[in-house]
């Protein structure tokens, strides 16, 4: 049988921050303990309510809906892991990779995918982010991964999108075939 664990890690005080490289070190010690099959982190723990991590966006094949029409997701900021301790499967394209991380690079969910792509590809299109900030950023689509219902067993599917990267706050994941002990 397998297991599921995660904690929240975050640093306290104002003006503190993780050392550089603090989950690039932790989660390879975390991977070498007996029975772990499986460590990812993540910006958001899964089901949260969807208040905590949404953007709004827009798709480069459709026209620019302009300011108040923007359909809104959520963004999982997310290790390079993360799909396959969570068991999430890839429908199109590929995962997420570390070198990722200096990219721009996103996978999506089926349901952004069905949304905003209909019956064609979503692969090599982009995801326009950063809609209200000074610059906006075109995010190539890599990969097409599996609904998870992360916001809530209860709530609808919301279009989600994934990108690699490290956070000050996150919760890291363990997948184990060994029970948490107390």
Known sequence: T??????????EGEGERLPKNYYQQLLPRLQSLPGVIGVATVNTPPLTPPTRSGSRFFVDVLPDPGPGHFPSGQIRVVSPDYFRTM???????????????????????????????????????????????PRRFNRPIVGVVADTKDTGLQNDTLPTFY????????????????????
Do not use: C
């Open 2 to 11: 397998r297991q599921m664990s995660s904690v929240l890690i975050k640093r």
């Open 163 to 182: 990108m690699v990267g490290w956070s000050t706050e996150a919760t890291v994941l363990l997948r184990s075939t060994v029970a948490p002990q107390p």
């Open 87 to 133: 068991g999430i499967a890839l429908q199109e394209g590929r995962y997420l990779q570390g070198y990722d991380e200096d990219t721009l690079n996103v996978v999506i969910n089926s349901t952004l995918a069905r949304r905003f792509f209909k019956d064609r590809s979503p692969i090599g299109h982009n995801i326009v982010s950063g809609l209200f900030g």
